[in-house]
């Protein structure tokens, strides 16, 4: 009974730690530059994330949560994945943009394997074109306040071999 | 040491608590820790407030250690697992006990003989050192590159600080902390030794790789320095040590520099005032690029301690 306590206490205390302060990093598999433009404004002064404890890392090592923009291309697949690969658990990965969310306007073409969700697991979308700093706060926001459900159904995790990318086409 | 009758009881009070207690809860080991946090924020808020922000919750710092304690901890290939795991431990550990020797919130150092000043000083370096050597412990070549760049800074800026902290030693002639911390607190030195203090104020800057000094953790250039291949536990660890190096710093600055330490309110507004100065120059000034901070220590800082200390000796001469 005790240890259940205990137990419970301490689970309270990593949702808690986890919902407030991710730690993000950013990699563009493939945009235009558009959705990645306002990624950086989102982390201007203007808007001021650190408030939430939102915090860009540079390092895959140091970072909860992954925000891809643009498509996957083939050539920029592996490298994805691999900097998925380096991220330790527990790890989410947010896709920003129209683009990143089902291919966009680069849907069919031959370098192109489609959105994120094509390759890691996405736990939120943000659809636009590309969004707005406000969208992209509400996105992380969002996923933050899924965590503290009991079993979100979008948490990834490694031994379900949800890491395992769902497209298997040949890179270029 | 001239006290007040508050202070006097609570620098009694300290001998008569359980040694376990001191070490591990009272003044050392929790409340160090929890004291880096509060300085931590403390110091990311008014940088905030400087850039016009609202600036991360208080808890942040907290919100961040559990959170990377309670993430997987990565251990990359080819690296050697033992000191991997062991150097944060030594880096948190050298920082906690580097706390036990200096008058932390105003309390009598837990530990207290001659020459335990340069013993702090060397507990203080063993948390760069021990960065360094994780840099360089793995193949990370961002790692390598920020290991350099640590050591390199610790070797400039290492013997201007040291000048700075002995120069008050000289003037209270002995080599104990709170002896120098009972002499300072009859004397202003700022008032006699200003270039001494603002060496030893920048020096700890230099320390905690505050901006400008972040060079070797300069994350447009080289990820995050030292640290890019830890996660979890070991970055949190390294976090807590230098929250920890940061508050055994300035308590040894203000007890040297700012008249000395008496009590808990002396403890607060000293070591608040030298954190204040830091956050802004940390807000005015961009960061160096390495060879302009080992030309900043050896050109001017440690050139202008030696004068300094070379004034005070022709002094006492004059004056014999
Ligand atoms: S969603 Fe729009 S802005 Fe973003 S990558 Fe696609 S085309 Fe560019």
């Known amino acids: ?172 | 040491m001239e006290l007040g009758p508050v202070a006097r009881v609570w620098h009694q009070g300290v001998p008569e608590m359980n040694p376990i207690v001191a070490l591990l809860i009272f003044p050392g080991g929790l409340f160090v820790l929890t004291l880096g946090l509060a300085y931590e924020w403390v110091d990311r808020k008014l940088l905030a407030r400087a850039q016009n922000r609202v600036g991360p919750r208080w808890f942040q710092p907290l919100a961040d250690v559990f959170k990377l304690l309670a993430k997987e901890e990565v251990i990359p290939n080819d690296v050697n697992p033992l000191l991997f795991v062991g150097l944060p431990i030594a880096a948190l550990a050298g920082a906690l006990t580097a706390a036990l020797y200096v008058p932390i919130f105003g309390l009598a150092p837990a530990y207290s003989f001659e020459g335990d000043l340069i013993v702090t000083v060397y507990l203080l370096s063993l948390l760069t050192l021990c960065m360094g050597l994780a840099g360089a412990n793995t193949l990370n070549r961002f790692a390598l590159v920020g290991a350099t760049r640590t050591l390199t800074q610790l070797f400039s800026y290492e013997a201007p600080f040291m000048l700075a902290l002995l120069a008050p030693a000289f003037v209270a002639q002995t080599w104990q902390i709170s002896a120098i911390n009972s002499y300072a607190s009859t004397h202003w030195l700022i008032v006699t030794q200003p270039i001494g203090f603002l060496v030893a104020l920048i020096g700890l800057m230099g320390k905690l790789e505050l901006p400008p000094f972040d060079a070797p953790e300069a994350e447009t250039e080289i990820v995050a320095g030292a640290m890019t291949e830890y996660s979890g536990r070991g970055l949190a660890l390294f976090r807590l040590g230098k929250g920890v190096e940061m508050v055994v710093g300035l308590t040894l600055v203000a007890a040297f520099y700012l008249g000395g330490i008496g009590g808990p309110l002396d403890f607060l507004l000293k070591t608040g005032a030298l954190l204040i100065a830091i956050v802004i120059i940390q807000a005015l000034m961009t960061r160096l690029r390495i060879e302009q901070t080992v030309g900043l220590w050896w050109r001017w800082g440690a050139l202008l301690v030696l004068v300094q200390l070379l004034l005070y000796i022709l002094w006492e001469v004059v004056t014999a």
């Not at chain 1, 407030?20 to 563009?28: A, L, M």
């Not at chain 1, 947010?94 to 969700?117: E, K, P, R």
């Not at chain 1, 933050?144 to 071999?161: K, N, V, Y």
């Open chain 1, 1 to 172: 009974m005790s240890t259940n306590l205990v137990e419970s206490v301490i689970e309270g205390l990593k949702t808690w730690a986890r919902v407030n302060s991710p730690w993000v990093i950013h990699f563009n598999s493939g945009s235009c530059n558009g959705c990645d433009i306002e990624i950086l404004a989102t982390i201007t002064p203007r808007y001021d994330l650190e408030r939430f404890g939102i915090k860009l890392q540079g390092s895959p090592r140091h970072a909860d949560v992954l925000i891809c923009t643009g498509p996957v291309t083939r050539q920029a697949r592996e490298r994805l994945i691999r900097i998925y690969e380096q991220m330790p658990e527990p790890k989410f990965v947010i896709a920003v943009g129209s683009c990143a969310l089902s291919g966009g306007v680069f849907d069919g073409l031959y370098n192109v394997a489609g959105g994120i969700d094509q390759v890691l697991p996405v736990a939120a979308y943000v659809p636009g074109c590309p969004p707005r700093p406000e969208a992209i706060i509400d996105g992380v926001v969002k996923l933050l306040s899924s965590l503290q459900q009991p079993a979100p159904e979008t948490a990834p995790a490694r031994e379900q071999g949800a890491t395992q990318p769902v497209y298997e086409g040949e890179a270029i």
